[in-house]
Protein backbone atom coordinates (compact mmCIF):
# COMPACT_ATOMS: atom_id res chain seq x y z
CA UNK A 1 0.00 0.00 0.00
CA UNK A 2 1.45 3.40 -0.68
CA UNK A 3 2.21 5.56 2.36
CA UNK A 4 -0.73 8.37 3.26
CA UNK A 5 2.32 10.38 3.39
CA UNK A 6 5.01 10.93 0.93
CA UNK A 7 8.58 12.77 2.29
CA UNK A 8 11.38 13.70 0.07
CA UNK A 9 14.66 15.11 0.73
CA UNK A 10 15.95 18.00 -1.39
CA UNK A 11 18.96 19.50 -1.01
CA UNK A 12 18.20 21.42 2.18
CA UNK A 13 14.76 21.12 2.48
CA UNK A 14 11.98 18.45 2.54
CA UNK A 15 9.21 17.66 0.41
CA UNK A 16 6.12 16.82 2.71
CA UNK A 17 3.12 15.73 0.13
CA UNK A 18 -0.04 14.09 1.70
CA UNK A 19 -1.05 11.10 -0.32
CA UNK A 20 -4.41 10.17 -0.15
CA UNK A 21 -5.92 11.34 -3.17
CA UNK A 22 -9.04 9.21 -3.15
CA UNK A 23 -10.29 10.39 -0.12
CA UNK A 24 -9.16 14.04 -1.19
CA UNK A 25 -5.77 13.52 1.56
CA UNK A 26 -8.21 13.81 4.51
CA UNK A 27 -6.60 12.85 7.51
CA UNK A 28 -7.45 9.46 9.40
CA UNK A 29 -4.95 8.61 12.38
CA UNK A 30 -1.86 7.35 10.08
CA UNK A 31 -1.44 10.20 8.08
CA UNK A 32 -1.69 12.20 11.05
CA UNK A 33 0.90 10.45 12.97
CA UNK A 34 3.31 10.13 9.41
CA UNK A 35 3.10 14.60 9.36
CA UNK A 36 3.70 14.98 13.09
CA UNK A 37 6.87 12.05 12.42
CA UNK A 38 8.08 14.09 9.55
CA UNK A 39 7.51 17.62 10.78
CA UNK A 40 9.57 15.92 13.88
CA UNK A 41 12.10 15.10 11.27
CA UNK A 42 12.35 18.65 9.93
CA UNK A 43 13.59 19.81 13.32
CA UNK A 44 16.86 18.62 11.35
CA UNK A 45 19.46 21.45 10.98
CA UNK A 46 20.06 19.52 7.46
CA UNK A 47 16.62 20.56 6.47
CA UNK A 48 16.31 24.50 6.55
CA UNK A 49 12.97 24.87 4.74
CA UNK A 50 9.70 22.62 3.97
CA UNK A 51 6.89 22.56 1.83
CA UNK A 52 3.66 21.01 2.37
CA UNK A 53 1.15 19.91 -0.59
CA UNK A 54 -0.98 17.40 -1.42
CA UNK A 55 -1.26 14.39 -4.08
CA UNK A 56 -3.91 14.43 -6.88
CA UNK A 57 -7.08 16.85 -7.44
CA UNK A 58 -7.50 17.83 -3.67
CA UNK A 59 -5.31 19.44 -0.92
CA UNK A 60 -7.09 18.41 2.35
CA UNK A 61 -10.84 17.78 2.97
CA UNK A 62 -9.85 17.72 6.78
CA UNK A 63 -10.62 14.96 9.34
CA UNK A 64 -11.22 11.62 7.21
CA UNK A 65 -15.15 11.25 8.26
CA UNK A 66 -15.24 7.60 7.37
CA UNK A 67 -13.29 7.36 10.61
CA UNK A 68 -16.02 9.04 12.47
CA UNK A 69 -19.19 6.44 11.48
CA UNK A 70 -19.67 4.62 14.50
CA UNK A 71 -22.04 2.45 16.36
CA UNK A 72 -20.68 3.22 19.29
CA UNK A 73 -21.85 6.26 20.40
CA UNK A 74 -20.44 9.69 19.63
CA UNK A 75 -16.50 10.42 19.28
CA UNK A 76 -14.58 12.45 22.25
CA UNK A 77 -13.56 14.82 19.15
CA UNK A 78 -12.02 17.12 21.79
CA UNK A 79 -9.64 14.05 22.35
CA UNK A 80 -8.66 14.03 18.77
CA UNK A 81 -8.50 17.29 18.44
CA UNK A 82 -5.86 17.39 21.42
CA UNK A 83 -3.95 14.35 20.34
CA UNK A 84 -3.63 15.26 16.61
CA UNK A 85 -4.65 18.34 15.32
CA UNK A 86 -3.55 20.81 17.88
CA UNK A 87 -0.30 19.20 17.94
CA UNK A 88 0.35 19.75 14.08
CA UNK A 89 -0.62 23.19 14.09
CA UNK A 90 1.89 23.59 16.93
CA UNK A 91 4.62 21.92 15.14
CA UNK A 92 4.06 23.74 12.10
CA UNK A 93 3.93 27.58 13.67
CA UNK A 94 6.51 26.50 16.15
CA UNK A 95 9.71 24.44 13.69
CA UNK A 96 12.39 26.71 13.48
CA UNK A 97 12.47 27.08 9.96
CA UNK A 98 10.07 28.23 7.38
CA UNK A 99 7.11 25.83 5.81
CA UNK A 100 5.65 26.68 2.56
CA UNK A 101 2.16 25.11 1.78
CA UNK A 102 1.36 24.49 -1.86
CA UNK A 103 -2.25 24.28 -1.94
CA UNK A 104 -3.38 22.35 -5.25
CA UNK A 105 -6.57 21.94 -4.61
CA UNK A 106 -9.96 21.89 -2.09
CA UNK A 107 -8.91 23.08 1.24
CA UNK A 108 -11.45 21.95 3.28
CA UNK A 109 -11.95 22.01 7.48
CA UNK A 110 -8.61 20.94 8.98
CA UNK A 111 -7.32 20.68 5.80
CA UNK A 112 -7.66 25.28 5.16
CA UNK A 113 -7.01 25.71 8.37
CA UNK A 114 -3.27 23.41 8.48
CA UNK A 115 -2.65 25.79 5.08
CA UNK A 116 -2.76 28.70 6.90
CA UNK A 117 -0.94 27.22 9.97
CA UNK A 118 2.20 27.59 7.37
CA UNK A 119 4.16 30.30 7.10
CA UNK A 120 3.76 30.81 3.38
CA UNK A 121 0.61 29.81 1.25
CA UNK A 122 0.42 29.70 -2.70
CA UNK A 123 -2.54 28.39 -3.55
CA UNK A 124 -3.33 27.06 -7.18
CA UNK A 125 -6.30 29.53 -9.14
CA UNK A 126 -8.51 26.60 -9.13
CA UNK A 127 -8.03 25.46 -4.94
CA UNK A 128 -10.48 26.62 -3.05
CA UNK A 129 -10.76 26.95 0.93
CA UNK A 130 -13.57 25.80 3.01
CA UNK A 131 -14.41 26.00 6.57
CA UNK A 132 -16.31 23.35 6.23
CA UNK A 133 -17.12 22.77 9.56
CA UNK A 134 -20.35 24.42 9.72
CA UNK A 135 -21.85 21.95 7.49
CA UNK A 136 -21.09 18.93 9.65
CA UNK A 137 -22.15 20.83 12.83
CA UNK A 138 -18.50 21.56 14.17
CA UNK A 139 -16.76 24.81 15.47
CA UNK A 140 -13.47 25.51 12.96
CA UNK A 141 -11.06 23.58 14.71
CA UNK A 142 -6.78 23.65 13.94
CA UNK A 143 -6.22 27.43 14.52
CA UNK A 144 -9.19 28.30 12.42
CA UNK A 145 -10.98 30.76 14.93
CA UNK A 146 -7.38 32.23 15.81
CA UNK A 147 -6.02 32.63 12.10
CA UNK A 148 -9.26 34.02 10.41
CA UNK A 149 -10.23 37.12 11.72
CA UNK A 150 -6.37 37.78 12.10
CA UNK A 151 -6.37 37.32 8.48
CA UNK A 152 -8.97 38.72 6.83
CA UNK A 153 -10.84 40.48 9.82
CA UNK A 154 -13.81 39.48 11.67
CA UNK A 155 -16.58 40.20 9.32
CA UNK A 156 -15.12 38.05 6.54
CA UNK A 157 -14.40 35.43 9.30
CA UNK A 158 -17.87 34.70 10.53
CA UNK A 159 -19.25 34.51 7.57
CA UNK A 160 -16.96 32.03 5.77
CA UNK A 161 -17.15 29.87 9.23
CA UNK A 162 -21.04 30.07 9.74
CA UNK A 163 -21.59 29.82 5.65
CA UNK A 164 -18.40 27.17 4.91
CA UNK A 165 -18.98 28.68 1.57
CA UNK A 166 -16.22 28.45 -0.42
CA UNK A 167 -12.96 31.21 -1.10
CA UNK A 168 -11.79 31.06 -4.21
CA UNK A 169 -8.13 31.16 -4.32
CA UNK A 170 -7.96 34.81 -5.96
CA UNK A 171 -10.44 36.00 -3.44
CA UNK A 172 -8.21 34.29 -0.60
CA UNK A 173 -5.22 36.24 -2.08
CA UNK A 174 -6.96 39.12 -2.61
CA UNK A 175 -8.38 39.15 0.86
CA UNK A 176 -4.88 38.36 2.49
CA UNK A 177 -5.89 34.71 3.65
CA UNK A 178 -2.88 33.69 1.28
CA UNK A 179 0.31 35.19 -0.03
CA UNK A 180 -0.51 34.07 -3.89
CA UNK A 181 -2.79 32.63 -6.79
CA UNK A 182 -0.74 30.93 -9.06
CA UNK A 183 -1.81 29.13 -12.61
CA UNK A 184 -2.57 25.60 -11.80
CA UNK A 185 0.69 24.47 -13.83
CA UNK A 186 3.01 26.92 -12.27
CA UNK A 187 2.17 25.47 -8.38
CA UNK A 188 4.49 23.24 -7.81
CA UNK A 189 7.82 24.52 -9.68
CA UNK A 190 7.07 28.19 -8.28
CA UNK A 191 6.59 26.49 -4.56
CA UNK A 192 9.53 24.36 -4.83
CA UNK A 193 11.77 26.97 -6.04
CA UNK A 194 10.91 29.00 -3.13
CA UNK A 195 11.45 26.10 -0.48
CA UNK A 196 14.64 25.95 -2.17
CA UNK A 197 15.54 30.02 -2.24
CA UNK A 198 14.59 29.60 1.67
CA UNK A 199 16.80 26.80 2.61
CA UNK A 200 19.91 28.77 1.58
CA UNK A 201 18.83 32.19 3.97
CA UNK A 202 19.51 32.81 7.16
CA UNK A 203 17.38 30.05 8.87
CA UNK A 204 17.83 31.16 12.67
CA UNK A 205 17.00 35.05 11.40
CA UNK A 206 14.18 33.31 9.77
CA UNK A 207 13.57 30.92 12.50
CA UNK A 208 13.10 34.35 15.25
CA UNK A 209 11.80 36.18 12.70
CA UNK A 210 8.80 33.69 12.36
CA UNK A 211 9.16 33.51 16.76
CA UNK A 212 8.17 37.12 16.80
CA UNK A 213 5.51 37.12 14.26
CA UNK A 214 3.90 34.07 16.66
CA UNK A 215 3.91 36.13 19.24
CA UNK A 216 2.34 39.31 17.87
CA UNK A 217 -1.51 38.68 18.11
CA UNK A 218 -1.08 38.01 21.65
CA UNK A 219 1.50 41.15 22.88
CA UNK A 220 1.10 45.00 23.55
CA UNK A 221 3.22 46.87 21.18
CA UNK A 222 5.77 47.41 24.73
CA UNK A 223 5.75 42.90 24.85
CA UNK A 224 6.70 43.13 21.17
CA UNK A 225 9.11 45.92 20.67
CA UNK A 226 10.84 43.95 23.76
CA UNK A 227 10.72 40.44 21.99
CA UNK A 228 12.36 42.01 19.09
CA UNK A 229 15.04 43.68 21.01
CA UNK A 230 15.68 40.33 22.36
CA UNK A 231 15.54 38.18 19.26
CA UNK A 232 17.81 41.13 17.49
CA UNK A 233 20.21 40.17 20.02
CA UNK A 234 20.44 36.51 19.72
CA UNK A 235 20.15 37.09 15.18
CA UNK A 236 22.73 39.65 15.39
CA UNK A 237 25.40 37.00 17.47
CA UNK A 238 24.67 34.20 14.15
CA UNK A 239 27.52 33.37 11.89
CA UNK A 240 24.92 33.91 9.19
CA UNK A 241 24.29 37.66 10.30
CA UNK A 242 28.03 38.58 10.29
CA UNK A 243 28.30 36.87 6.69
CA UNK A 244 25.03 38.54 5.41
CA UNK A 245 27.11 42.26 6.78
CA UNK A 246 29.74 41.06 5.17
CA UNK A 247 29.09 40.09 1.71
CA UNK A 248 27.16 43.62 1.77
CA UNK A 249 29.94 45.43 1.98
CA UNK A 250 32.15 43.48 -0.09
CA UNK A 251 29.37 43.70 -2.82
CA UNK A 252 28.82 40.15 -3.57
CA UNK A 253 25.98 37.47 -2.30
CA UNK A 254 26.05 35.91 0.54
CA UNK A 255 26.57 32.17 1.47
CA UNK A 256 24.55 31.67 4.33
CA UNK A 257 25.24 28.42 6.41
CA UNK A 258 21.82 27.85 7.98
CA UNK A 259 23.92 28.88 11.78
O1 LIG B 1 -13.38 14.41 13.89
C1 LIG B 1 -12.54 15.05 14.51
O2 LIG B 1 -11.48 14.53 14.91
C2 LIG B 1 -12.72 16.51 14.72
C3 LIG B 1 -11.89 17.25 13.78
C4 LIG B 1 -12.41 17.73 12.67
C5 LIG B 1 -11.58 18.39 11.66
C6 LIG B 1 -12.29 18.53 10.34
O3 LIG B 1 -11.61 18.66 9.36
S1 LIG B 1 -13.99 18.47 10.31
C7 LIG B 1 -14.34 18.73 8.57
C8 LIG B 1 -14.24 17.45 7.80
N1 LIG B 1 -14.28 17.67 6.38
C9 LIG B 1 -15.39 17.93 5.72
O4 LIG B 1 -16.46 18.04 6.26
C10 LIG B 1 -15.27 18.03 4.22
C11 LIG B 1 -15.99 16.88 3.56
N2 LIG B 1 -15.78 16.91 2.13
C12 LIG B 1 -16.46 17.75 1.32
O5 LIG B 1 -17.27 18.56 1.74
C13 LIG B 1 -16.18 17.62 -0.13
O6 LIG B 1 -15.60 16.36 -0.38
C14 LIG B 1 -15.25 18.72 -0.68
C15 LIG B 1 -15.99 20.06 -0.70
C16 LIG B 1 -13.97 18.84 0.17
C17 LIG B 1 -14.83 18.36 -2.13
O7 LIG B 1 -15.99 18.13 -2.88
P1 LIG B 1 -15.86 17.43 -4.30
O8 LIG B 1 -17.22 17.41 -4.90
O9 LIG B 1 -14.76 18.06 -5.06
O10 LIG B 1 -15.35 15.93 -4.00
P2 LIG B 1 -16.21 14.72 -3.40
O11 LIG B 1 -16.83 13.95 -4.50
O12 LIG B 1 -17.10 15.19 -2.32
O13 LIG B 1 -15.04 13.85 -2.71
C18 LIG B 1 -14.23 12.96 -3.49
C19 LIG B 1 -14.08 11.67 -2.68
O14 LIG B 1 -13.39 12.02 -1.46
C20 LIG B 1 -15.44 11.12 -2.28
O15 LIG B 1 -15.31 9.73 -2.21
P3 LIG B 1 -15.97 8.79 -3.37
O16 LIG B 1 -17.41 9.15 -3.48
O17 LIG B 1 -15.19 9.14 -4.62
O18 LIG B 1 -15.72 7.38 -2.89
C21 LIG B 1 -15.62 11.66 -0.89
O19 LIG B 1 -16.46 10.88 -0.09
C22 LIG B 1 -14.18 11.62 -0.36
N3 LIG B 1 -14.01 12.59 0.73
C23 LIG B 1 -13.97 13.92 0.61
N4 LIG B 1 -13.81 14.47 1.80
C24 LIG B 1 -13.73 13.46 2.68
C25 LIG B 1 -13.86 12.26 2.00
N5 LIG B 1 -13.84 11.07 2.61
C26 LIG B 1 -13.69 11.08 3.94
N6 LIG B 1 -13.55 12.21 4.67
C27 LIG B 1 -13.56 13.40 4.08
N7 LIG B 1 -13.40 14.52 4.82
Given at each position: ??????????????EL??NR?????S?N???????????????D???????L?G???GF??????GE??S????P????T???????L???L?G????????????A?G?????A???D????A???????????????????????????????R???????A????AE????WG?????????A?????RA???H?AT???Q???????????????T????????????R????T?????????????????????
Amino acid sequence: MDPSLLVAHHDGWTELTLNRPDRLNSFNEELSRALAAALDDAEDDACRAVLLTGAGRGFCAGQDLGERVSADGPPDLGYTIETFYNPLVRRLRGLRKPVVCAVNGVAAGAGANLALACDIVLAARSAKFIQAFAKIGLVPDSGGTFFLPRLIGEARARAVSLLAEPVSAETAESWGLIWRAVDDVALLPEARALAAHLATQPTQGLALAKAALNASAGNTLDAQLDLERDLQREAGRTPDYREGVTAFMEKRPARFSGR
